[in-house]
């Protein structure tokens, strides 16, 4: 049924919502979804939702950044159907076993039952690699990097959000790629790692990175590597997937090719993916009390131009602001002018709320100082600058805004990552943040601190980080790993 009306902003008179302060940020979230114009939770399935047309601006940017760092480091897009027979899915038991519960199936067309039930793609390996067997002959067709953006389906049982955890992931850009060694898809893990840290980095999202523990890789996959935002409430959002498959999927699927000495070989894949949780976490990190504050790269509207008006100087101000929106629109930003009759308080809330990156204000004072008023969504505070070369100031500062975006948030982050030596340490320190602590790396200990902690193995660092010398509070001896413990969306 439609979301409750907490869900969808409004309070319960269904008078427009008031965001919340940034402080309650369950609430927060809810409300600068609906009041932001990012999705519309009242679709009538749970865990679907609709696409406001500003919230699809800011996806559409988004995922252009993601397309552009595919394309240029060797993928090719495509589309592979949504439907998934049974007798395809059900070939591969780690990977059933996975998605066994989450799996939507097609069982008739029209009132004619089906032969074989359809599912609903929930991700695309068991659609893609029957097409890869088919595909792939000899070693000269390696490596085959493939993407694509389409919706999967997953009947999420946990609780359902817009863009954090939906039954029908509408942004799901999974990348599918095969290899001769597991060398060289290992050398493909990295890489992808490296591109989504490059794709986040420009919608300055600091991420964590960190291989998952065996017990929480990917369904039919060797090891994963996951990336981890720390959202405001100091719970952690993972934002992307990296999977070594090994030889796990060539094997049930057959993917063979023959090797420069003449012989078959099973082949060696990756898999790794994106989701709208990407929208979350840039949306949550950077988002404050007045509502949403967007990098430029994305922001539907970079700069909005509000003139000051009064009785005998209008046209000159309007021709002024009309001037400088001319300016920006030709170096390509996208500018928004606001002439209305509303109180200039009530203007800057609304474009506050919307999240955009600049507002320029021109009156007649500052007409005859040839200047302007910027002052910068993610700042507050005003700048005076010169009207000349306005086009190339305001440039500069949106670049500006994106590397302090940046480096503000991974500051907040690196705070909200705490080292601890004891259980109760952690247990203190989760739900604010993530606490590393020494682990001697068995899977009993391990699930014995997320036991006593109530809290989730993230994983172990990926970089070479220092271990945390110290004692394992599972079993005592000396650890050799660091590991990450969070609160988990
Ligand atoms: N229900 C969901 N709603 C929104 N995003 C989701 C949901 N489930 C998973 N995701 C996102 O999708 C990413 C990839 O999903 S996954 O299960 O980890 N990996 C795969 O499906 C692999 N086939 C790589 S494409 C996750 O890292 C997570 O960020
Ligand atoms: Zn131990």
């Known amino acids: 049924m439609a979301e409750n009306k907490k869900e969808t ?171 001769a060694t597991w060398d060289d898809a290992k050398n493909q893990v990295d890489e992808a790692v490296g591109l989504y840290t490059d794709i986040y980095r420009q919608l300055s999202v600091p991420v964590l990175i960190s291989k998952r523990p065996d017990w929480d890789k990917f369904p039919g996959g060797d090891y994963t590597i996951a990336l981890d935002t720390i959202m405001p409430d100091g719970k952690t959002l993972q934002i992307g997937t990296v999977h070594h498959l090994g030889t796990n999927f060539a094997k049930t699927y057959d993917i063979t090719y023959e090797n420069a000495e003449g012989e078959q070989e099973y082949a060696n894949q990756t898999c790794y993916g994106i989701s709208e949780r990407s929208i979350a976490a840039l949306i949550s990190v950077h988002g404050d009390d007045k509502g949403l504050v967007l990098p430029p790269a994305v922001a539907p509207i970079q700069v909005v131009v509000i003139p000051v008006l009064f009785k005998d100087t209008t046209e000159a101000v309007m021709k002024a602001c009309n001037d400088v929106v001319e300016s920006l629109r030709k170096t390509g930003l996208r500018v928004e002018m606001d002439a209305s009759d509303m109180r200039p308080g009530a203007k800057y809330y609304k474009w506050e709320l919307k999240g955009s990156c600049l507002r320029i204000e021109i009156g007649p004072r500052d007409l005859e100082k040839n200047s302007a008023v910027l002052v910068r969504r993610d700042k507050g505070e005003k700048q005076f600058v010169s009207l000349d070369g306005i086009a190339e100031t305001v440039g500069a500062e949106l670049k500006q805004m994106a590397d302090d975006l940046y480096t503000t948030a991974e500051e907040k982050m690196n705070a909200m990552i705490v080292p601890c030596e004891t259980v109760e340490e952690v247990v203190a320190q989760i739900g604010k943040g993530v606490a590393t602590l020494p682990w001697c790396g068995c899977e009993e200990c391990g699930m014995k601190i997320e036991e006593e902690t109530n809290g989730s193995i993230l994983g172990t660092p990926n970089l070479e980080t220092e271990i945390k010398k110290g004692k394992c509070p599972g079993c005592g001896k000396e650890a050799d790993q660091t590991v990450y413990i969070a609160k988990m969306y």
């Open 9 to 179: 902003g409004k309070n319960d008179a269904g008078k427009e919502a008031v965001l919340p302060p940034k402080s309650e940020f369950s609430e927060w979230f809810n409300s600068i979804i609906d009041i932001g114009q990012i999705m519309d939770v009242r679709y009538p399935v749970k865990g679907l939702y609709v696409w406001y047309p500003f919230g699809f601006g800011i996806r559409k940017r988004v995922y252009n950044i993601i397309r552009d760092v595919m394309d240029n480091s060797g993928h090719e897009e495509t589309l592979f159907p949504l439907l998934i027979p049974e007798t395809e899915f059900m070939k591969e038991a780690d990977h059933i076993k996975g998605f066994e519960d989450e799996v939507f199936w097609v069982t008739h067309g029209g009132v004619t039952p089906l032969d074989v039930r359809l599912a609903l793609r929930p991700t695309s390996e068991t659609a893609i690699y029957p097409m890869y067997q088919l595909w792939i002959r000899s070693h000269a067709d390696l490596p085959l990097k493939l993407y694509q953006v389409v919706n999967t389906f997953r009947h999420e049982t946990k609780h359902t959000r817009p863009l954090i955890r939906l039954r029908e992931i509408t942004s799901f850009k999974e990348a599918h790629t095969v290899h």
